[in-house]
């Protein structure tokens, strides 16, 4: 059973720092991950992309977060990471953790953490 678990997310004013991590446990050795990323949703909003990082070999980030925020994992300890700086008001939501698997006998399977929620005052 794939398990996600995001931790990190707190109560800071604007300009402070976060740092998210998400535990990861339960892939098979028979799964490459594909993509790792995290994800960020407001009520009444669809859940965006915030940061990724594609099959290892490459980081991407949304426009809004570029320069602020860094996302890195630690295989060995097999978890995600997402370094919040300078947070802005509108960083505020809840922010998920995410893996794109894939396998030659099981196909491509995606997993989702349950969030961590992160507010930031103006």
């Known amino acids: 059973q794939v398990q996600l678990l995001e931790s990190g997310g707190d109560f800071v004013q604007a300009g402070g720092s976060l740092r998210l991590s998400c535990a990861v446990s339960?892939?098979?050795?028979?799964?490459?991950?594909?993509?790792l990323g995290w994800y960020h949703q407001v009520p009444g909003k669809r859940r965006e992309s915030v940061a990724a990082i594609i099959s290892g070999e490459r980081s991407i980030y949304a426009d809004s977060v570029k320069g602020r925020f860094t996302i890195s994992r630690n295989s060995a300890e097999n978890t995600l990471y997402l370094q919040m700086n300078n947070l802005k008001p509108e960083d505020t939501g809840v922010y998920f953790c995410?893996?794109?698997?894939?396998?030659?006998?099981?196909?491509?399977?995606?997993?989702w953490g349950s969030g961590t929620l992160v507010t930031v005052s103006s």
């Open positions: 339960g892939i098979g050795s028979q799964f490459t991950i594909d993509r």
């Open positions: 995410n893996v794109d698997l894939s396998s030659p006998d099981d196909g491509v399977r995606d997993y």
